[in-house]
C-alpha cells in the first residue's frame, strides 16, 4: 500500500480477504454496493511502517511470510510479515525494520535508485532487480541465512520459516525501534542494457535464467551460467520505452512485453529477432495509454492480463478470436453495420475488459488457488486523499467457458425466465 498525501505514513499491510464462491451474490448485496466503502471481505490484520514509498512488492513462492518492496532508493528491502511487530500508523511513528525476522538484510548492489523492477524466482530463494544505473542485479536470500546461522548467539523466530535472528520480535503495536539492518551483496550484475531497467523476470523453470526490459526498449535474455552478459539482445522489441515482461509458466518460450506505446507483444525465445530488431509473434492494441502490467494465467497457457494508464485492465486469449463481452455493462467495442444493426468489434485475442478503476492499474495478480480472480491496484490517490484502490474480481465463468457448455446453460435460464414470466 502506498500513501502520498502526508496524512499517514507509507505503509505496507497485510490483509485477509474472504473471496466470495462464484454465484452467490445476494441481490440485496448487489443493490446495496457502494463504491466508496472499505469492503467487509478485507480484513487487515498488520501494518509495516514502511520506509518510504512501496512501489513494488513480491512474495517469495517457497515462503509467502517473505516479501521483497522496491521503494525510492537503490536497495531492496526484505521483510517477513508474519515475524514483524503490529504498528500503529500515525504520524511521527518510527519506521519498521526491514528484516527477514530481526534484523534482516538490506540488499545492495544498485548504484542509483531500483524503484519498479523487482522479482522472486520461483524455485530458489533468488531476487532479482533493476534500476536506474542500468544494472539487472542477483541475489540470494540464503546468502543471508547461512550468514546468520554461522554467527553465535543466533535464534529461530516461531513463523520465521527457519530464518534465524538476533532478537526476537515484539507482539502487538510496540515501537520497533530502528536498529540498523546487515546488507548482503549480489551475487552477480548484470550490464546490458544502455536506459533504466523497468521490470525484471526469471524463467519458471531455472533460477539461472531471466530476463529484462527497459527505456533503451530492449528486451534482454539472461543466463547466470553465460557471464554477465546478455545471452540475447532484442533491440527495438517496441518503439517506445518497456515498461513489463512476464515470462510463460507453462510454455518457457513465449515471453510478453508492455510498452510505452500502448501495445503488448508476444515473443517466442526461439526466434527473438528479424533483421536486426525485434520480432514478436503476435501484437496485441487494446489499450489508449501506456501499458504498465502484463502477467499471465496461472490457470490457462493461451491467456493473460494487460493493465495500463487508461484505467483497464484487459484479459486476453491468443488462442482465441475476438468476441463480445461486458463488464459491469461495459461494453469492449461496437459499430454500426450497412443495415444500421450494432455489432461487435475487438482486438484479435481480447475477450474482456475490467473497467472499474479510475485512474491507471499499475499493478495486478491472478490468484493462483483460485482461477479467474483477480486483485487489482490502481494509482489515484489524488481522488482518495491517499494511497490507491485495491479491487478484488472475478469475471462470470460464462465468459471463459467452452462455449458448447455456455448454451446449453443459457438455454436453461431461457427456460426458467420463460416460466418466471408465466407464473
Not at 485477509?16 to 469492503?39: L, T
Not at 554461522?150 to 532478537?167: D, H, Q, T
Request: net charge negative.
Amino acid at each position: 500500500m502506498l500513501y502520498t498525501d502526508g496524512s499517514v505514513p507509507n505503509t505496507l499491510v497485510i490483509a485477509n480477504c474472504e473471496v466470495v464462491k462464484p454465484r452467490v451474490a445476494a441481490a440485496e448485496h448487489i443493490s446495496q454496493f457502494n463504491e466508496e466503502a472499505r469492503s467487509p471481505f478485507v480484513k487487515k490484520y498488520k501494518t509495516i511502517i514502511h520506509p518510504g514509498e512501496v512501489n513494488r512488492i513480491r512474495e517469495l513462492p517457497q515462503n509467502t511470510n517473505i516479501v521483497a518492496t522496491h521503494t525510492d532508493s537503490p536497495d531492496v528491502l526484505i521483510w517477513d510479515v508474519d515475524s514483524q511487530p503490529n504498528r500503529h500508523a500515525v504520524l511521527g511513528a518510527t519506521e519498521s525494520c526491514p528484516d527477514l525476522v530481526i534484523p534482516g538484510p538490506i540488499l545492495t548492489g544498485h548504484k542509483d535508485d531500483a524503484e519498479f523492477a523487482l522479482a522472486m524466482c520461483p524455485t530458489e530463494p533468488f531476487v532479482l532487480s533493476g534500476g536506474k544505473d542500468k544494472l539487472v542485479v542477483l541475489w540470494s536470500i540464503q546468502d543471508h541465512i547461512s550468514t546468520l546461522a554461522a554467527e553465535p548467539g543466533l535464534s529461530k523466530s516461531p513463523g520465521s520459516g527457519g530464518f534465524p535472528n538476533k532478537s526476537a520480535s515484539k507482539a502487538g503495536g510496540g515501537n520497533d525501534k530502528r536498529t540498523k539492518s546487515p546488507s548482503i551483496g549480489p551475487r552477480d550484475v548484470y550490464q546490458g542494457h544502455t536506459d533504466t531497467v523497468e521490470d525484471v523476470q526469471f524463467c519458471p523453470s531455472s533460477a539461472q535464467e531471466f530476463c529484462s526490459v527497459g527505456d533503451d526498449s530492449c528486451l534482454v535474455l539472461w543466463d547466470a551460467r553465460a557471464g554477465c552478459t546478455p545471452v540475447v539482445k532484442v533491440e527495438k522489441a517496441h518503439n517506445a520505452d518497456l515498461h513489463c515482461v512476464d515470462w510463460n509458466p507453462h510454455d518457457v518460450n513465449l515471453i510478453l512485453t508492455g510498452s510505452a506505446d500502448n501495445s503488448v507483444h508476444m515473443f517466442d525465445r526461439r526466434n527473438l529477432n528479424l533483421g536486426g530488431v525485434g520480432a514478436p509473434v503476435h501484437k496485441f492494441e487494446g489499450h489508449n495509454a501506456a501499458v504498465l502490467c502484463v502477467q499471465w494465467s496461472p490457470d490457462k497457457s493461451s491467456v493473460f492480463g494487460t493493465s495500463a494508464e487508461d484505467g483497464i485492465l484487459n484479459i486476453w486469449d491468443y488462442e482465441k478470436v475476438s468476441r463480445l463481452c461486458f463488464d459491469l455493462s461495459v461494453c469492449i467495442g461496437k459499430k454500426q453495420d450497412s443495415t444500421g444493426l450494432k455489432v461487435p468489434t475487438a482486438p484479435p485475442g481480447l475477450f474482456f475488459r475490467h473497467a472499474g478503476h479510475r485512474d491507471k492499474v499499475v499493478d495486478f495478480h491472478w490468484n493462483a488457488s483460485d482461477p479467474w480472480t483477480i486483485v487489482s491496484v490502481s494509482d489515484d490517490g489524488e481522488s482518495t486523499g491517499g494511497g490507491g484502490t485495491l479491487q478484488i474480481w472475478r469475471m462470470i465463468d460464462l465468459i471463459h467457458r467452452a462455449e458448447e457448455d455456455v448454451l446449453v446453460e443459457l438455454e436453461n435460464f431461457k427456460s426458467h425466465i420463460l416460466a418466471c414470466e408465466r407464473s
